[in-house]
């Protein structure tokens, strides 16, 4: 736990200056209300000899005492109110700052993590986290600090008081921490498990809710809200132990205060009669106890929130400590004038553990040039394509881009230069002028119609509740297949890439559409180097060159008419497809 709370504490990078101050002002808290007890003990130590001295004496010195004891409260006031206000803002300003630092970093891992994730988890993990952080930068600068600093440092010196008593004090404490490490050493395996289903929580609800067309057309309903239960009653079988063992403490706690001071009283009682305590410091001790019981109360209280929080923090951490499967260069080189010539240089990969996907690919596209990658499902036509924007790195081999490694080039400049439209649509939740704009936010009004033109979009886009400021819901629900495939198309025009990665970028359109569209391709990749991922082989065949893959390897490479009179296995594919066509249209 303490490494944990150490990192916590170390996050605050920019603002240690002000948690330096914070920690002054919490020693000077502390020893301002340490100086409590002491004046409160001398004042009531004072008026029990009144009967022994005189009372211009008694005025004179108990004026002393309560002018300094009035002078210590009000300054304690002043020092708990900075402290506590910038305590506030250090908290605040720091949460939102961790909350940035784990979303960028989220967002710059590649598919291997990203694959493993899931969505809805990682959202409870970064929110969940980023409280528990907050919390504990809030109680540890607010309060926490200076119950340190009075039982580490302001306790001992009580022994220059009364060692006797001081010693009875020190006993209490420990007894009183003990207690509270006993409990949190019983509860931290179930906390651990309650805090993990908690999050299996999260993601199955984010599961069925992203899929919940799914979940009404098959009538899993009943399902989804039974396994959703089920891992509610994990919750529960695993947290009420939990809970059982933190009540108890807490009575416990409630009552220390009371039995600390009945203690001192005790004690003391028996050491006045010895003559071995006065009454200043049975007084003072007892206010000792008060303000240290209460301060401890208030650390196990803070030790409980930590405690419940020590997953969550574990679980923020990981995915901060998640290293990217595709690191950039010490010193990446920016892509710049880039001409578009990529070559695959005996290039293998394979997922960590598995079989290899790609074994030694080896091609050029030239600039300017169009190759079409065609195979069964799960040839590698769609992984070699992933290995040229870098989702993941090949095994052994190279790809270069104008001759430079795109491993020493830098992500952002890489994907810069690479325009994709995909099998799958992927919109955001915003509306149709900020889709269109993710590769190119400068774009004006008059660019962005001519894409949606060329890409047989605007007229749809027109009819729309509100033109291109319409929303297009999650993942673009509230639209067709066909017209989010045509708004990807238009956001690849948009950008104007000197590379360009059509992954079956008309499989959602019509036969009808599909030939607007495929016009409008036609000009987009004139003078480009395009790479088109196609099934439908009627879309290849105008590429300068086609390359058949089978189980990881280029089996074939030619024109569409070369590779159709060699009588290989893309002429096997082409009669495949042709006789499928005729049985539907005989079927039709």
């Known amino acids: ?82 402290t506590a206000l910038q305590a506030e803002r250090l908290a605040h300003r720091n949460r939102l700052a961790a909350m940035s630092r784990f979303f960028a970093h989220v967002l710059s891992l590649p598919s291997s993590f990203h694959g493993q994730a899931h969505s809805g988890r990682l959202i409870k993990v970064m929110l969940s986290g980023a409280d528990s952080l907050f919390a504990i930068w809030l109680l540890f600068f607010r309060e926490q600090l200076a119950t340190y600093v009075a039982t580490l440092v302001l306790l001992p010196l009580t022994l220059f008081l009364n060692w006797r008593l001081s010693i009875s ?46 979940v009404q057309s098959f009538a899993r309903l009943q399902s989804e809200a039974a396994l959703f239960g089920g891992i509610v009653r994990q919750v529960i079988a695993h947290q009420f132990p939990v809970l ?33 305590a006065s009454v200043t410091e049975i007084v003072s001790f007892m206010g000792f106890a008060q303000l240290l019981i209460g301060r401890l109360e208030s650390a ?3 030790a409980s929130r930590l405690f419940f929080s020590k997953p969550m923090l574990n679980d923020f951490f990981e995915v901060l400590d998640a290293s990217s499967s595709v690191p950039e260069a010490a010193n990446p080189v920016a892509l710049t004038d880039v001409r578009g010539e990529v070559r695959f240089e005996d290039v293998s990969f394979a997922y960590p553990g598995g079989p290899r996907i790609l074994d030694g690919v080896s091609f050029t596209a030239k600039q300017g040039q169009s190759i079409a990658l065609v195979g069964a499902t799960g040839a590698g036509k769609s992984t070699a394509m992933s290995l040229l924007q870098r989702q993941w790195d090949p095994i052994s081999g190279r790809i270069t881009i104008d001759g430079c490694d795109i491993t020493d080039i830098s992500l952002d400049s890489l994907r810069r230069s690479l325009g994709v439209v995909f099998q799958e649509s992927l919109l955001f939740n915003r509306s149709i002028r900020d889709n269109l704009r993710v590769g190119r936010p400068d774009a004006s009004d008059a660019e962005l119609e001519q894409a949606c033109r060329l890409a047989e979009a605007h007229d749809f886009i027109l009819r729309q509740p509100q033109g291109y400021d319409t929303m297009v819901g999650e993942r673009g629900a509230t639209l067709s297949g066909g017209q989010r495939q045509r708004l990807a198309i238009a956001r690849a025009l948009l950008k104007d890439p000197p590379i360009l990665i059509l992954d079956e970028a008309t499989s959602a359109l019509d036969a009808a559409t599909e030939a607007l569209v495929s016009r409008a391709m036609a000009t987009l990749m004139r003078g480009r180097t395009s790479f088109i991922i196609a099934h439908r082989l009627s879309t290849v065949r105008d590429a300068d060159e ?29 009669r495949t497809q042709l006789s499928g066509a005729a049985q539907e249209h005989a079927a039709e």
């Open 546 to 574: 086609i390359l058949v893959f089978e189980q990881g390897r280029i089996v074939e490479r030619g024109s569409f008419d070369a590779l159709v009179a060699a009588q290989g296995a893309f002429a096997k594919l082409v």
């Open 244 to 276: 059982n063992w933190w009540a108890v403490v807490n009575v416990l706690t409630r009552a220390a205060s009371t039995i600390a001071v009945i203690s001192i009283v005790i004690i003391g009682t028996l050491l006045h009669v010895r003559g071995q």
């Open 1 to 82: 736990m303490l490494t944990i709370y150490r990192r916590v504490l170390a996050m605050l990078g920019a603002d240690r200056k002000v948690a330096w101050l914070l920690g002054i002002g919490n020693i000077l808290v502390a020893g301002l209300q340490f100086l409590d007890p002491v004046l409160f003990g001398r004042v009531i130590g004072l008026l029990s000899k009144s009967d022994q001295i005189s009372h211009a004496q008694l005025w004179h010195d108990a004026r002393y005492l309560l002018g300094m004891w009035i002078v210590v409260g009000g300054v304690s006031i002043l020092a708990n109110i900075a």
């Open 300 to 302: 196990m209280s803070f």
């Open 169 to 214: 004090l020190i006993v209490l404490v420990v007894l009183f921490c003990i207690v509270t490490i006993i409990v949190i050493r019983r509860t931290e395996i179930g906390q651990s498990t309650a805090e993990r289903y908690q999050s299996e929580l999260a993601g199955t609800a984010q599961d069925a809710l992203a899929n919940v067309v799914v």
